[in-house]
């Protein structure tokens, strides 16, 4: 736990690291309690007062912003936590969206090391993930053939609780920005009261060369889509704040890329969000694999919107508000 001494520490390290311009003493001083005020009444956190850029902003336009509170407001207005170990555990996503998934996995809790040899044999590379890992992290990908003891390997991943997936084989459109990575599309639903399905934001997420993940918090791009659309509207960001008209390593263009099957997506994904009705709000990570049929990877019941505010340079919560 901090004392107030390194949480001073922290914010100045913060606030020189994340703020473009040099800044005296005052200016320092008067952005401090401009974020104290912020963090006391309306719940905002330091990165997203620096990230939204409030510090160059009126009150106005920061009330405009889905910050830390207001996506917490979001969660317990409309997902019941009873119901969150669905959408936070990859294995029981898996159980419960087997219909909207096209690979193969193994849960290592429950099959037996005879189903894990085969498994192996049946796939030249695979994927291991934790179960609750989040943000790409927890991922390792797996060369069959280089495998020298797969009964070690069997116990060590059951002691884990591993998910083992088959890689996704995604469609050429996608693949042209990055074949190191599933580059994906996350899409955010919204059930209102009259249990209708909305999609009400879009990112086009591509991952780098060498990376297997395409995760904006994992050195991936992020570009926001328009959902009426299925067009990618703004330029590509990521976490360093360069901007992307073209993928900066294969200069595959991002602006105005048109996801493939776009319509197909958004009603299968809308059928989804339906699956489980305690639910509400879902950022749905997709896939279009390489014959076009639209393949759920996972769904995150605590979705922030931080890339979709920032691709877009606006604040979202006029857009979810409605929905509630």
């Known amino acids: 736990m901090e004392n107030i001494f390194q949480k001073i520490k922290r914010f100045n390290e913060t606030i020189n690291s994340e703020i473009e311009y040099k800044l005296n003493p005052f200016e320092k001083l008067y952005i401090f309690f401009d974020f104290v005020i912020e963090r ?34 979001i969660m317990e207005i409309c997902n019941d936590n009873s119901y969150r170990h669905i959408f936070d555990d990859k294995i029981e996503f898996n159980k419960k969206f087997q219909n909207y998934i096209y690979r193969t996995w193994i849960d290592l809790r429950e099959i037996k090391f005879d189903e894990f040899n085969n498994f192996i044999d049946s796939n030249d590379e695979f994927f291991i993930k934790d179960p609750l890992g989040m943000f790409g992290t927890g991922i390792k990908k797996i060369q069959s053939n280089e495998i020298q003891d797969r009964k070690k390997l069997y116990n060590e991943l059951k002691e884990r609780n591993a998910l083992c997936e088959e890689p996704i084989s995604q469609c050429n459109e996608m693949a042209k920005f990055n074949k190191s990575t599933v580059n994906t599309i996350r899409v955010v639903t919204m059930v209102d009261r009259n249990n209708t399905p909305y999609v009400i934001g879009g990112l086009l997420r591509l991952g780098r060369t060498g990376k297997f993940a395409d995760n904006y918090h994992h050195n991936g791009i992020a570009a926001y889509i328009n959902p009426e659309l299925g067009i990618v509207s703004t330029m590509g960001v990521d976490k360093n704040k360069k901007k992307h008209v073209l993928h900066p390593d294969t200069s595959e263009k991002i602006v105005g890329f048109e996801v493939p099957n776009w319509e197909e997506l958004v009603k299968v994904i809308k059928k ?31 979705a922030d919107p931080d890339a979709e505010q920032i691709t877009t340079q606006e604040g979202r919560w006029n857009y979810y508000k409605k929905y509630f």
């Open 40 to 73: 006391v009444f309306h719940k905002t956190m330091l990165l997203d007062y620096t990230q939204y850029k409030f510090y160059d902003k009126k009150n106005r336009e920061r009330r405009k912003y889905v910050v830390f509170g207001r996506l917490i407001e």
């Open 272 to 302: 989804a969000a339906l699956e489980v009705p305690q639910m509400r709000y879902i950022g749905w990570d997709v896939a279009i694999t390489s014959d076009y049929k639209v393949e759920l990877i996972e769904g995150n019941s605590g």
